[in-house]
């Protein structure tokens, strides 16, 4: 009995904790009104990640719980995605209407231009092709296999942005403690409860390279601190001038 309870309790925390981490990140950001330090790509990669994931369970149904933490998981990040993009920085690629990407994937003005993209991507590209792809090879282990690698290995390079960023900046200022403790902490259940329900490769091997990303972060954490970058203070400078010239006016 206590087992099954146990059991029920677990599957509640995987689907419902992984989206709640990302809730006091994006407190913060409210609360800062500045989104400088956490990578907007993370958002991206989970997105595109948990969608895919959702085809993955088409063929091969896993864990209910995971089903659930994805739905959730999806809807967590357009929101955290719209608080990002209200409070960008100031000087971030574009806020200035510029971008060294190809067609400035994923730093768009305009949060109608990511809903765009995700509707138009899943839709008439993603969704119907891997529809397609279903009603041929529907019953294919290899093909079921290679969707569930490609859906878990995306998801699994998630702190991979959140890494660069910190390194571009040699700080974790704006990236919220919590949202790391809950990635490791998150992970480290993810990789165990995995292994103990006996869920498919794909879940395994990606767990176990995410927490990797994760502790790396962790180090970073220690080596850098969370002292503004200067992009910040620039901006706090930028400010602080633009209140004293309104005051002597």
């Not at 900046?169 to 165990?192: A, H």
């Amino acid at each position: 009995m206590s087992s099954s309870w146990l059991s029920v309790a677990a599957s509640i925390g995987m689907a419902v904790g992984p989206p709640l981490v990302y809730a006091d990140q994006a407190a913060s950001i409210v609360r800062k009104k500045d989104a400088t330090g956490f990578s907007r790509d993370v958002c991206a990669i989970l997105l595109i990640a948990n969608i895919t994931r959702c085809f993955f369970w088409l063929g091969e149904k896993f864990e209910t719980a995971l089903l659930v933490q994805s739905i959730l998981m999806i809807l967590a990040q357009l929101a955290l995605l719209y608080i990002c993009i209200i409070y960008r920085p100031r000087l971030s690629p574009d806020a200035l209407g510029g971008s060294s990407r190809p067609l400035s994937f994923w730093q768009w003005q305009n949060y109608s231009q990511y809903i765009e993209f995700l509707a138009g991507l899943m839709t008439s590209c993603h969704s119907l092709c891997q529809a397609i792809l279903f009603l041929i090879f529907g019953r294919s282990k290899i093909f079921i296999g290679a969707l569930g690698f490609m859906a878990l290995g995306l998801e699994s390079t998630l702190p991979i942005p959140q890494l660069i960023s910190n390194y571009k900046q040699r700080s974790l200022y704006g990236f919220r403690m919590s949202t790391l403790i809950g990635w490791v902490g998150g992970d480290s259940f993810k990789t165990v409860y995995f292994f103990l329900l006996h869920s498919p490769l794909q879940f395994k091997a990606c767990a176990i390279f995410q927490l990797s990303i994760d502790f790396a972060i962790v180090v970073q954490r220690f080596v850098y601190g969370t002292a503004p970058p200067l992009s910040a203070i620039s901006n706090q400078d930028d400010e602080l001038e633009q209140a004293l010239a309104l005051a002597e006016e």
